[in-house]
C-alpha cells in the first residue's frame, strides 16, 4: 500500500526554494569573489553542481524505496557514495586551499545550505507530483498514448483485392 503524502505548505515550498537559490548564489559569488586561479573556480563550480545531482539522487533513491518503487542495490549504494565523495572533494578542497577560515566557513554554510535546499526541493516536487488529483480525460490521453496503433490502410493497396460477390 501506498503511504498517504500530504502537499507541502506554500510557505515550506518557497523557504525550500530560497535555501536553493541563497545556497547556490552565495557559494558562487564567493568563488567569483575570491583570491584564486581559474582551474580552482572550476573546481569548486563543478564541486557544486556534483554535490546538488548527488543530494537529488540520493533523496530520490531513498524515497523510491520508502514507496516500494524497485531501485537496485548498486544504484542506492552509488548515490550514497556520490554524495559523501561530492561533499569529500568539498572538504579536501577547502583543507588544502590558501583561503582565510573564515571564507573557508563561508564555502562549507554555503554549500551546506544549497544542498538542504536541493533536497528539499526534490520533496516538494515530489509530493506536489504525488497529490495532484489525476482527471478523467489526462488518464485517457495517456491510455490513447500507450495504446497499440493499428496500421494504417492503404487505400490504394484495398482497391486491388478482388472481391466476391453472390
Do not use: H
Not at 556520490?82 to 588544502?96: K, P, T
Not at 545550505?113 to 482527471?135: E, S, Y
Request: glycine share 8%.
Amino acid at each position: 500500500m501506498k503511504p498517504q503524502v500530504q502537499p507541502p505548505s506554500f510557505a515550506f515550498v518557497a523557504v525550500s526554494w530560497t535555501a536553493l537559490l541563497l545556497g547556490f548564489a552565495a557559494y558562487l559569488i564567493g568563488v567569483w569573489n575570491a583570491n584564486m586561479q581559474l582551474n580552482e573556480r572550476g573546481y569548486y563550480f563543478t564541486v557544486l553542481v556534483y554535490g546538488l545531482f548527488a543530494a537529488v539522487s540520493v533523496q530520490k533513491s531513498v524515497r523510491d524505496r520508502v514507496e516500494d518503487v524497485p531501485v537496485t542495490g548498486i544504484y542506492y549504494g552509488l548515490c550514497w557514495l556520490s554524495a559523501l565523495l561530492a561533499v569529500g572533494l568539498l572538504c579536501v578542497g577547502l583543507y588544502n586551499a590558501t583561503l582565510a577560515q573564515s571564507e573557508k566557513g563561508f564555502f562549507g554554510m554555503a554549500y551546506a545550505l544549497a544542498l538542504f535546499g536541493a533536497i528539499a526541493v526534490q520533496k516538494n516536487t515530489r509530493d506536489i507530483t504525488a497529490t495532484k488529483p489525476v482527471t478523467l480525460e489526462a488518464r485517457l490521453a495517456q491510455l490513447r498514448e500507450e495504446a497499440p496503433k493499428a496500421p494504417a490502410l492503404n487505400p490504394a493497396a484495398a482497391s486491388e483485392t478482388p472481391v466476391r460477390r453472390g
